[in-house]
């Protein structure tokens, strides 16, 4: 029995002994594994940092992009109010000159008017006149007949 045990206790020493031997392969194995990763994340980094900067300058531009866009909506917005003053002052400029015509036209009765009066008073004025003329003839008529009569 007690070689039985023996060398159940050899095997399974041998065993172990192969069982460690796998393992320590193993342990190289991952060791070699580990520093080729740790070579490739090496060689990963600047690739990593020039992503990190174009996210950083895409972001970057995504903002610029944000702000013309903004501005340009603001620029769209006081044109649009500019458009609507210089339509507003088109309308007054018109309403103006309705009212500056309008003005003439009354201006262009009024002394049509005036004309008219002084035309009629020049008129009246020449009938006083030869009705004062007719009044003097009739009047030295009249007098060459009282001195006739008398």
Do not use: C, Y
């Not at 095997?11 to 080729?36: C, D, F, P, V, Y």
């Not at 992503?51 to 917005?77: C, G, I, K, Y």
């Amino acid at each position: 029995q007690r070689e039985e045990r023996m060398g159940e206790l050899a095997e399974q020493l041998e065993w172990e002994k192969s069982q460690g031997e796998l393992m320590g392969e193993a342990a190289a194995e991952t060791q070699k594994t580990i520093s080729h990763l740790q070579s490739e994340l090496a060689k990963q980094g600047p690739i990593l940092e020039a992503l990190d900067n174009l996210q950083t300058r895409l972001t970057s531009s995504e903002q610029r992009r944000r702000d013309a866009e903004s501005a340009l909506s603001q620029a769209r917005a006081s044109a649009s109010r500019a458009l609507r003053t210089l339509a507003q002052a088109r309308e007054h400029r018109a309403a103006l000159a309705r009212r500056a015509q309008e003005g003439e036209e009354a201006v262009g009765r009024e002394a049509a008017k005036a004309n008219a009066a002084e035309e009629e008073r020049k008129g009246q004025r020449r009938e006083t006149e030869e009705a004062l003329e007719r009044l003097k003839e009739a009047k030295g008529r009249e007098r060459a007949l009282l001195e006739g009569l008398g």
